[in-house]
């Protein structure tokens, strides 16, 4: 097991050296960058300041400004030694910092990154609370009205957008038009610091009851057909009918012998309901509820050629998920003892 961890791990770095390195080739070629991106914002202010002479400002912007601009981005040095150096100060997670915003990248992480935590914590363990027992109860009454009435309902949830029931539930329950009963904006409210602990506990919750409800009624319908369909393939095979027919109860047959065993198929898909609880679809949901996260400045970075938000970033996310695929996969031991890593087979 310890051999099969440390080539896991080992096998991490030429996926994330492949990863930066697809991205930095790609940038090379995308049109535009942060040193036009700063004329064109310097030229549009101009503009709105001083009408027509905004054009000729711009237009007489001096060569050797524009090269030390480029000199301060590390634009004037060859791609392959911005490359090198690249890699070297991401090795010591030295990301740099942000050209637009002139912050240290890590410094813009971890200020985006409670709002992405609150949202892919949640959502990951509300999905997997109501989507494995309520999978479990269709499988045991497959056929029957409930199933069939609860199938309906989870697939009209996972058929509708989550920015679409978003701006429902703004319309509804965010003073939209009908009621105010929850804040539209940030993650809580602006006297956070002088609520009691009690209070602030409820305030946190009470800012993310719609974003999260949008997120969990679009995540939790594939998990729950998997768990479904999982336990019902489980509960045909050999072996549960000769447990019941050993005496024992349906209960003990269910939780004892076909759990186990129907909980595999649902551990391979851990990595995937994290990773995608934090970023798949958080984007929309953050700019619609006004929450500053991780998604929202990836977002941001890629359309302002910010490039060291954008690598950084991807180079975090593509670590953690990795990271968390490992974990998966040691779960399988703990479901499946069977299971043995670093075998003769593998």
Same mark, same amino acid.
């Given at each position: 097991?310890?051999?099969?961890?440390?080539?896991?791990?080992?096998?991490?770095?030429?996926?994330?050296?492949?990863?930066?390195?697809?991205?930095?080739?790609?940038?090379?070629?995308?049109?535009?960058?942060?040193?036009?991106?700063?004329?064109?914002?310097?030229?549009?202010?101009?503009?709105?300041?001083?009408?027509?002479?905004?054009?000729?400002?711009?237009?007489?912007?001096?060569?050797?400004?524009?090269?030390?601009?480029?000199?301060?981005?590390?634009?004037?040095?060859?791609?392959?030694?911005?490359?090198?150096?690249?890699?070297?100060?991401?090795?010591?997670?030295?990301?740099?910092?942000?050209?637009?915003?002139?912050?240290?990248?890590?410094?813009?992480?971890?200020?985006?990154?409670?709002?992405?935590?609150?949202?892919?914590?949640?959502?990951?363990?509300?999905?997997?609370?109501?989507?494995?027992?309520?999978?479990?109860?269709?499988?045991?009454?497959?056929?029957?009205?409930?199933?069939?009435?609860?199938?309906?309902?989870?697939?009209?949830?996972?058929?509708?957008?989550?920015?679409?029931?978003? %701006? $429902?539930?703004?319309?509804?329950?965010?003073?939209?038009?009908? =009621?105010?009963? @929850?804040? /539209?904006? !940030? +993650? #809580?409210?602006?006297?956070?610091?002088?609520?009691?602990?009690?209070?602030?506990?409820?305030?946190?919750?009470?800012?993310?009851?719609?974003?999260?409800?949008?997120?969990?009624?679009?995540?939790?319908?594939?998990?729950?057909?998997?768990?479904?369909?999982?336990?019902?393939?489980?509960?045909?095979?050999?072996?549960?009918?000769?447990?019941?027919?050993?005496?024992?109860?349906?209960?003990?047959?269910?939780?004892?012998?076909?759990?186990?065993?129907?909980?595999?198929?649902?551990?391979?898909?851990?990595?995937?309901?994290?990773?995608?609880?934090?970023?798949?679809?958080?984007?929309?949901?953050?700019?619609?509820?006004?929450?500053?996260?991780?998604?929202?400045?990836?977002?941001?970075? %890629? $359309?302002?050629?910010?490039?060291?938000?954008?690598?950084?970033? =991807?180079?975090? @996310?593509? /670590?953690? !998920? +990795? #990271?968390?695929?490992?974990?998966?996969?040691?779960?399988?031991?703990?479901?499946?003892?069977?299971?043995?890593?670093?075998?003769?087979?593998?």
């Amino acid at each position: 097991m310890f051999a099969y961890i440390v080539k896991r791990i080992l096998l991490m770095v030429p996926t994330l050296l492949g990863a930066l390195t697809m991205t930095f080739v790609v940038i090379q070629f995308v049109p535009g960058g942060p040193v036009e991106t700063l004329m064109a914002e310097a030229s549009a202010g101009a503009n709105a300041d001083g009408g027509g002479g905004g054009y000729r400002a711009s237009r007489e912007v001096e060569a050797e400004q524009i090269a030390e601009l480029k000199r301060l981005y590390g634009f004037d040095k060859p791609a392959h030694v911005r490359y090198v150096e690249m890699v070297g100060n991401f090795l010591r997670f030295d990301f740099g910092r942000s050209f637009l915003q002139n912050k240290d990248v890590w410094t813009l992480l971890r200020e985006k990154l409670p709002v992405s935590i609150s949202l892919g914590l949640w959502t990951f363990f509300i999905s997997y609370l109501i989507s494995i027992p309520l999978g479990i109860s269709k499988a045991v009454r497959e056929g029957t009205r409930f199933d069939t009435v609860t199938t309906l309902l989870v697939l009209v949830g996972y058929a509708v957008p989550g920015f679409v029931l978003g %701006v $429902l539930l703004i319309v509804v329950f965010a003073g939209g038009t009908f =009621l105010d009963w @929850f804040p /539209l904006r !940030g +993650l #809580v409210s602006d006297n956070w610091s002088e609520l009691s602990w009690p209070a602030r506990i409820a305030d946190y919750f009470w800012h993310l009851t719609l974003p999260l409800t949008c997120l969990v009624i679009g995540s939790f319908a594939v998990l729950t057909m998997l768990t479904k369909n999982t336990f019902v393939e489980e509960m045909r095979k050999q072996y549960v009918l000769v447990a019941r027919a050993k005496g024992l109860s349906a209960r003990k047959v269910l939780y004892k012998h076909i759990f186990r065993n129907a909980l595999i198929p649902l551990v391979t898909g851990f990595p995937a309901a994290f990773i995608g609880a934090f970023f798949a679809g958080s984007v929309l949901i953050e700019t619609l509820f006004s929450l500053d996260g991780l998604g929202l400045l990836a977002y941001e970075s %890629v $359309l302002r050629r910010d490039y060291p938000v954008v690598l950084g970033s =991807l180079y975090l @996310f593509t /670590l953690m !998920g +990795l #990271v968390v695929k490992l974990v998966a996969d040691l779960l399988y031991v703990v479901v499946d003892p069977r299971v043995q890593f670093g075998s003769a087979g593998r």
